[in-house]
């Protein structure tokens, strides 16, 4: 019986060609479409969750009182809170960002200058679960010790043994040696925490590795620099410890100063919050992984749609086969067997043809998400049970659903044929065709949304002019006590060249953050808690703001003396508009009338400078200090336009005569903004690959349902035809019924998808409209694919020769 079974079900498959390759083709195409969006979503979910005690790690972070909040804290919170509470087992602290400096091998002339790098705590490795190729972890707890990545170690030492070699860092806490004691694997995708090198933070308990910054001191209790992690005992009830870290911070009286509270956040949610309401800060977005999961079951449930849709349309083609089988004795259940089966086989074919686009596309895949992923991935996190119970949840579900249909005609009416098309059958199929569309218009009009969105921030007025401007990262290796001259003779030397129009010195440029943020600014006209405000902070030369042509609305700039002033003997600033509202002046004049308290300072504000994006313009203009300084951290050179390779290799020139065993680096500033947009556009190419997908898949039940319609009234079109029907009727007379089905499709998809849409719109800063004009983009591209999947059809039909078509009968 078995056997024969599977001989009926590879004849009918070969008997009726077209709507089986179109049923294989939609659902092959289904399924690697969720497949590889499962990876996506399994790669998201499993980031972090490798570390062995990760249910038992909580971030400390600080909420201020506009519920803001900041992920680095003071470093001497962790052990006094430690000692404080035995809940806390160990701590683990590290930072981002301080560290980055160039760093330079002992032995010869090789140096980098590197930005992902850290100072962390000496058991970092034990804590955590990277990897060591070599070395022991202990041996971080050494001041004076760095641990390189496996791809750093031989960036610096070419395949010899890095162990016990010296690397010098040069950075903001001057020049320090370290020796080398361990190398890691390199830190994955799968990981937040990624270095290329990290730093023992316990060489900063030294007073004299500080350099005068006595603000990283590691038992400070105000100045926040750091990330902490707690590690606690067993079911402790971290919403009872965050009360008890609250109330300690109060015993040292600097909940005050600060306006802000300690909060406890899980590790396991530090990449993905643990819900769209999770106020906490992620480096993920859960929102979108979960859009991400909706597009993938919608993709599949227009191949399954296509499936049932075309299975119980060809299903009067096999009312006799059912009516016979029914007379000689066959059940219901019996029929049910051989037509799930049936099913079953088609879906083995498509998963089949999954498979092959699966592997062939993976190289595909990983380039349009940047990121790396393969099918082992699901293996790492209950993701792929879910997937794997939806695809065999409808898979099976389908194939019942058609083989009931299929096994439900009666015997006598089958045999006499009486069957016809079942009313119920009929607005099933319509509400399936509308249902298809309505998913499609959805990603269409979300990829519309999303590159419009991308080209408004692309091509948003920045408030500078960031074209042909090129910034070079200046120097930190100082050989000799020349080092300030040849700073200055450098930038002489800028003035000189022809190709270089305007260039300035700041320790902050626009595309980067700024220098840091603080608070504790009043004027005389400030209300309570003003001074808990946070301002950006800016450190720039005199020649900056004519540099990016950023225009002055009241005052006037800074001069050359003024920028040569000594960092607390200063007392000038700038302001931005915005920091002018902040501070509570009614107007930019009566901002650079008064003084400005700064804790315990007094500051003149000289002018007010318009409005610009510093950072991207995903994110709000900040309230801006800038404070004059002659910092070489950046130097900002106006190139003349073409020819730009030239140019920058005689900056590289000019720059390694200038400050030998420095290595040059340099950036466009407007290539540096468009990277802020690597996201955006990473779900742009996910949207309109889905919905290209959607489309083509909804097309191909759209083309198999245009066909049965047409065989179906092949003897009407003839009659038509005879009685002088014109091709153009014929068209209409098929196409209408199919494109009403689209509209309405339209119809329902629009608000659904304008009302999500606009709540992802709402994490922009700056953002566009959805205008009229693009519902009716959306409409005319999903009515034209499906005019001319059925036009086709339909065309082919009125130009059948009608005496063929009767003869047929």
């Known amino acids: ?399 019942l659903y058609t083989a009931w249909v299929l096994s439900n005609f009666k015997p006598i009416e089958t045999l006499k044929g009486k069957v016809g098309s079942n009313a119920k059958g009929i607005w099933l199929r319509k509400g399936l065709v509308v249902g298809q569309f309505a998913i499609s218009t959805c990603l269409i009009l979300a990829t519309i949304v999303i590159f419009s969105q991308l080209r408004y921030m692309q091509n948003l007025d920045l408030g500078i002019k960031a074209e042909q401007m090129l910034v070079i990262s200046g120097p930190q290796i100082n050989k000799d006590s020349t080092f300030s001259i040849r700073k200055s003779a450098f930038a002489n030397t800028l003035a000189q060249q022809s190709f270089v129009q305007e260039y300035g010195t700041s320790g902050s440029v626009p595309g980067r953050y700024y220098n840091f943020r603080t608070a504790g600014f009043t004027q005389p006209g400030s209300r309570p808690k003003d001074e808990l405000k946070s301002y950006a902070f800016a450190i720039i030369g005199d020649r900056y703001l004519k540099t990016y042509g950023i225009p002055l609305v009241a005052g006037r700039n800074f001069t050359p003396e003024e920028t040569a002033v000594e960092w607390n003997d200063n007392s000038k600033v700038l302001l931005n508009e915005r920091a002018v509202a902040e501070l509570g002046f009614k107007s930019p004049e009566e901002a650079i009338r008064t003084k400005v308290k700064w804790d315990e300072r007094y500051l003149d504000v000289i002018g007010v400078v318009k409005d610009y994006h510093h950072t991207s313009v995903q994110n709000d203009i900040d309230p801006v200090f800038f404070y004059p300084q002659n910092s070489s951290s950046y130097y900002s050179i106006r190139l003349t336009p073409e020819h730009m390779s030239d140019k920058v290799a005689s900056l590289e020139k000019l720059y390694k005569s200038s400050f030998p065993g420095n290595p040059f680096e340099y950036f466009f500033v407007d290539e540096n903004y468009q990277k802020a947009y690597v996201t955006e556009r990473q779900y742009g190419q996910l949207f309109s690959t889905a919905s290209i997908l959607a489309i083509f898949i909804a097309c191909l039940g759209l083309f198999g349902l245009a066909t049965f319609t047409v065989e179906a009234r092949t003897k009407e079109i003839g009659v038509r035809k005879v009685l002088g029907a014109s091709v153009a009727s014929v068209v209409v007379l098929l196409s209408k019924d199919f494109l009403k089905l689209v509209g309405i499709g339209i119809l329902i998809a629009a608000p659904v998808a304008a009302y999500f849409l606009r709540q992802w719109l709402q994490d922009f800063a700056y953002r566009i409209d959805i205008e009229w004009w693009v519902y009716a983009a959306t409409g005319l591209v999903a009515v034209s694919i499906a005019c001319l999947t059925v036009g086709y059809q339909s065309v082919r039909a009125g130009l059948m020769n009608p005496v063929d078509s009767l003869r047929s009968e």
């Not at 599977?6 to 008997?15: H, M």
């Not at 903001?172 to 390199?186: R, S």
């Not at 004299?208 to 009830?237: P, R, S």
Request: some cysteine.
């Open 1 to 399: 019986m078995l056997k024969n079974y599977i001989k009926i079900a590879f004849r009918n498959l070969f008997r009726n060609r077209v709507f089986s390759l179109i049923n294989i083709i939609g659902l092959g195409l289904g399924i690697a479409a969720f497949v590889f969006i499962l990876e996506y979503v399994s790669l998201e979910k499993s980031v972090n969750q490798f570390h062995t005690n990760i249910g038992r790690m909580y971030r400390l972070l600080e909420e201020d009182e506009n519920g803001q909040f900041g992920s680095q804290v003071a470093p001497g919170w962790a052990p006094i809170a430690q000692e404080r509470f035995p809940e806390i087992t160990d701590y683990c602290r590290f930072e981002e960002g301080i560290a980055s400096g160039i760093v330079q091998k002992a032995k010869g002339d090789v140096s980098f200058r590197e930005e992902n790098i850290g100072y962390v705590e000496g058991n970092f490795f034990s804590f955590f679960n990277f990897p060591l190729v070599s070395g022991k972890a202990e041996a971080l707890k050494q001041p004076n010790t760095v641990f390189l990545s496996a791809s750093s170690a031989q960036k610096y030492f070419s395949g010899e043994s890095p162990l016990g070699q010296t690397l010098t860092l040069y950075n903001q806490f001057g020049k320090t040696p370290y020796t080398v004691g361990g190398v890691f694997a390199d830190m994955t995708d799968q990981s937040d925490i990624r270095y290329d090198l990290v730093f023992s933070l316990e060489t900063l308990r030294n007073p004299a590795n500080l350099n005068g910054n006595d603000w990283a001191a590691l038992d400070n209790i105000e100045d926040t620099y750091i990330t902490t992690i707690l590690l606690t005992k067993d079911k402790t009830d971290y919403r009872q410890l965050e009360k008890k870290l609250e109330a300690l911070r109060n015993e040292q009286k600097i909940v005050e100063e600060t306006g802000t509270d300690f909060r406890l956040q899980p590790v396991a949610n530090l990449h993905l919050a643990a819900s769209t309401n999770d106020p906490f800060p992620t480096v993920g977005n859960v929102r979108y992984v979960y859009i991400l999961a909706g597009v993938a079951l919608l993709i599949l449930f227009i191949a399954w749609f296509n499936y049932v849709n075309l299975s119980t349309a060809n299903a009067l083609k096999r009312a006799g086969e059912v009516g016979v089988r029914k007379a000689i004795g066959a059940t219901q259940s019996n029929l049910i067997r051989q037509f799930l089966g049936e099913s079953l086989l088609t879906n083995f074919l498509g998963f089949g043809l999954a498979s092959v686009l699966i592997i062939s596309l993976q190289p595909f895949f990983q380039e349009l998400i940047g990121k790396e992923v393969s099918l082992q991935i699901l293996s790492e996190t209950p993701v792929w049970a879910y997937g794997l119970g939806m695809l065999m949840a409808g898979t099976l579900l389908s194939g």
